[in-house]
């Protein structure tokens, strides 16, 4: 089984079962709103089910060889090239890539290999022995093959001193990964094959805000759509003034000058025994928008009411959490709010006129806190932090920012009233440039060597599409983007261990010739690599 398909099915187990439970029971009001991320569950499912309604996000359909290489649908983003936080004219570099296919050589995993897996929690002796039957059932030959898409670069940077004192030099090194999967992209500095303590940097949502692609009735000019970097020519646009990386490097907005009243509602569990449809909470104030700004967390969608007042809806917990309270905030920068009631409702509860149920009332506790301390608690809830292996101070700043521009300083109309949830799920699922910063000693008339390792994703279209560019999978880099280094000569080899065909490519590698390793142009601003499995590559079930 490839990465990919693991990493789809990974993805389908983070969707809450009871948001998609909650998405087939929907019956929204002529005033309701929900959440954007609930939309992107439904498109989700209804995409894998019809096969043709994944998100396009790389633009147009690949083209057939142009001097840029193809366009994809889903564009991964390119290799870039390290560069100094300050220039220095005493450095001179030489760098050598090396596009290395060993991750597609598939290689035999057993069941006692998964049974071994590090990143697994430790089993009771009983646990151990169950899964063990279980794999054994799923894989009656005793395991499977595994292989990757990936391509392993290898990014050497000869970094030489031509002064006659010895340079300490901050290096950065970028790479490009959305935040959810920052373990998988993560590179690894070396120096002298030891690794350098580095600390990460990330830089801002790169994109835009757009109208919904192919919905009519909206205004152009509306800003609900994430349009994101889809091509080499996004990147060099974004990146080639090196705003966006100075940006990067300035500490993040301190939320905490600003004071907010937070109203934490906690809802009891459903008692046992009760209907079996699950109760929604209706919470209805009054606030004026013109003196408040409004963030909240745990809510299903909202109504703006023929009285001026406005209604959220939260659910309690449905099985099997039934045993555990719901919380949900509302946050306040400005004046509070007033006239705040709870009530509770059958089922989706989204009309006014669904019949009140009998429950336990929900609980309101107010109280006032920096507003950086307000969206860390929400984001200490179980459902946004379960199984992360994101940096928390970075976590942290990336959603810092986010809150800062995109509600406080931008009002994105994306964010209408403030979903905080929204706002964490969204700022873990684009793609961004990240820095790695280490320290490097040159000493005078010496070379230090900087190796920077990386599995690469790839740049492909969607299986379902067809076209030229089916099967292909895409990687490319960028020559001198963002770089004050200095560079005397840049090579690129390639290793392509019998797996695969090129299909474009700008490099010049020849593999039936021989020609693996060429010397790059420095007026080359791009080049990319465009393959595809070679047949017979990949063992019989």
């Known amino acids: 089984m490839s990465k990919r398909s693991e990493r789809l099915l990974a993805l389908l187990g983070q969707v809450d079962d009871g948001k998609i439970d909650e998405a087939a029971d929907y019956r929204p009001g002529k005033n309701w709103k929900r959440w954007a991320s609930a939309a992107a569950v439904l498109t989700l499912v209804v995409g894998l089910g019809g096969a043709v309604l994944f998100p396009r996000m790389g633009g147009n359909a690949g083209a057939a060889g142009h001097e840029e290489g193809s366009t994809f649908m889903s564009y991964a983003g390119p290799v870039l090239p390290m560069t100094l936080r300050e220039e220095n004219d005493a450095i001179t570099a030489r760098r050598d890539i090396t596009l290395d296919f060993q991750p597609w050589v598939p290689e035999w995993e057993s069941v006692e290999d998964m049974l071994e897996n590090p990143t697994r929690a430790p089993l009771t002796q009983s646990e151990r022995e169950k899964l063990r039957a279980d794999l054994n059932q799923s894989y009656p030959k005793g395991g499977t093959y595994r292989w990757s898409d990936r391509v392993r670069v290898v990014d050497s940077y000869t970094l030489t001193n031509g002064s006659d004192t010895d340079q300490t030099v901050s290096v950065l090194y970028p790479f490009v990964s959305q935040l959810q999967f920052l373990h998988e992209n993560r590179p690894m500095l070396r120096v002298g094959g030891q690794p350098v303590e580095t600390e990460l940097h990330a830089g801002g949502y790169p994109g835009s805000f757009g109208p919904v692609a192919g919905d009519e009735e909206r205004d152009p000019e509306d800003a609900f759509h994430l349009t994101g970097l889809n091509s080499w020519e996004d990147y060099r646009d974004q990146m080639e003034s090196g705003a966006y990386r100075s940006e990067a490097l300035r500490p993040v907005q301190d939320l905490n000058q600003m004071e907010a009243t937070v109203y934490q509602i906690t809802l009891p569990p459903v008692a046992p025994g009760k209907s079996e449809s699950v109760p929604n909470t209706r919470v209805t104030f009054r606030y004026d928008p013109n003196r408040t700004q409004l963030l909240n967390s745990g809510f299903h969608g909202f109504s703006a009411n023929d009285d001026g007042s406005f209604t959220f809806l939260a659910g309690r917990n449905s099985a099997p959490h039934r045993e555990e309270p719901s919380t949900c905030y509302l946050i306040c920068l400005g004046d509070e709010l007033t006239d705040l009631t709870l009530d509770d409702r ?109 599995d690469k994703e790839p740049s492909f279209d969607y299986a379902c599409v067809g076209g030229v560019n089916r099967g292909v999978n895409g990687y490319d880099m960028m020559t001198t983007l963002d770089s004050n280094l200095n560079f005397t000569e840049q090579t690129a080899s390639l290793k392509d261990r019998g797996q695969i065909c090129i299909v474009r490519q700008n490099y010049g590698f020849d593999l039936k010739n021989g020609v693996s390793c060429v010397t790059l142009e420095r007026k080359e601003a791009h080049y990319y690599l465009e393959v595809r499995r070679k047949e017979g590559t990949i063992p019989a079930p």
């Not at 509860?349 to 006032?368: F, H, S, V």
């Not at 706002?423 to 961004?432: K, Q, T």
């Open 346 to 454: 059958d089922g989706g509860g989204w009309d006014a006129n669904t019949p009140k149920l009998d429950c336990r009332p929900g609980q309101i506790e107010r109280y006032t806190m920096g507003l950086g301390q307000a969206v860390d608690q929400v984001m200490q809830q179980p459902f946004l932090s379960r199984g992360s292996d994101e940096p928390e101070e970075l976590v942290r700043a990336v959603v810092w920012d986010w809150v800062y521009k995109c509600i406080l300083q931008d009002q994105i109309q994306r964010y209408n009233y403030g979903n905080i949830d929204d706002i964490y799920h969204d700022a873990r699922a684009v793609n961004r440039v990240f820095w790695l910063e280490g320290t490097v000693t040159i000493p005078a008339g010496a070379s230090v060597t900087v190796v920077a390792s990386l």
